[in-house]
């Protein structure tokens, strides 16, 4: 069971990270070590040539890791991204992305996962990333 809910992780989104709620970005499913989320399709979104964004893509991506750290650990937000990788594959349709997130390793004080980010309208796979965020010391107070 994760310990934090789509909902939770959600309102995180709304309150703190702007940026991405802005666009409609959403945590879709999350479970242990596993997490969906949504970029809906938006013009603001494209670059010339008519394709999404690479940063667009890749804050969709760090958003699914941060997702799927939180729901390992809980909402600790100071886990923070250390390092970061991206390969874009091909152009994506206009249409929404769907990253799908899983952790590789999850040790005391750091979270290595990867994302694979596809277009929703037939799964082509567009993007793959990986990262390594640093998760604070429980501090006992």
Avoid at 98 to 103: F, Q
Wanted: charge should be negative; charged fraction near 20%; proline fraction near 6%.
């Amino acid at each position: 069971m994760p310990k934090i809910t789509c909902e939770d992780f959600n309102k995180i989104l709304e309150s703190e990270m702007s940026w991405a709620s802005d666009l409609g970005m959403r945590l879709e499913h999350i479970e242990s070590g596993l997490g969906t989320m949504r970029l809906p399709y938006h013009h603001s979104s494209t670059r010339p040539g008519g394709t999404i964004s690479g940063p667009h893509m890749m804050m969709l991506a760090d958003a699914c890791m941060y997702a799927v750290v939180l729901g390992l650990i809980g909402p600790v937000k100071l886990a923070v991204t250390t390092n970061f990788n991206i390969n874009f594959l091909r152009k994506p349709a206009e249409t929404d992305l769907l990253a799908e997130g899983k952790i590789i390793k999850l040790g005391k004080r750091l979270a290595i996962m990867e994302v694979s980010i596809a277009t929703d309208n037939g799964g082509e796979l567009v993007a793959h990333a990986t990262g390594t965020y640093s998760i604070p010391p429980v501090t006992v107070g």
